[in-house]
């Protein structure tokens, strides 16, 4: 059972990019799916979560409004739409599997292996 994050790479500020996470296992109506990221020098922080069952969606204030994530059940999937990227959203991504919502990486289980995200100003 592993966690396979992907769409990392550079983008200029302002532009756009749409991170991916596939899960191998099958995941529970319960489960909560999240992006935390890091970077250099920084500790692990909060993006976003998702309910799985609900689809309710849980944003840290510096993303809202720009960031959307969202879930496809069938290819048990979760995404991170990145919109209005500023040069402060440069970081190590990591998508994450929790039995509930949490905001701190000690809430979540299961870790993918991260995906570098690179906003240039």
């Known amino acids: 059972v592993q966690l396979q994050a992907s769409g990392g790479g550079l983008v200029q500020a302002g532009g756009s990019l749409r991170l991916s996470c596939a899960y191998s296992?099958?995941?529970?109506?319960?489960?909560?799916m999240a992006w935390f990221r890091q970077a250099p020098g920084k500790e692990r922080e909060f993006v976003a979560a998702?309910?799985?069952?609900?689809?309710?969606?849980y944003y840290a204030n510096a993303v809202k409004g720009r960031f959307t994530i969202s879930g496809d059940h069938a290819e048990n999937t979760v995404y991170l739409q990145m919109n209005s990227t500023k040069p402060e959203d440069t970081a190590v991504y990591y998508c994450?599997?929790?039995?509930?919502?949490?905001?701190?990486?000690?809430?979540?289980?299961?870790w993918g292996q991260g995906t570098q995200v690179t906003v240039s100003s």
């Open positions: 994450t599997k929790g039995a509930g919502l949490g905001y701190a990486p000690a809430d979540y289980n299961y």
């Open positions: 296992g099958r995941i529970f109506s319960s489960a909560v």
């Open positions: 998702i309910r799985w069952g609900r689809r309710s969606t």
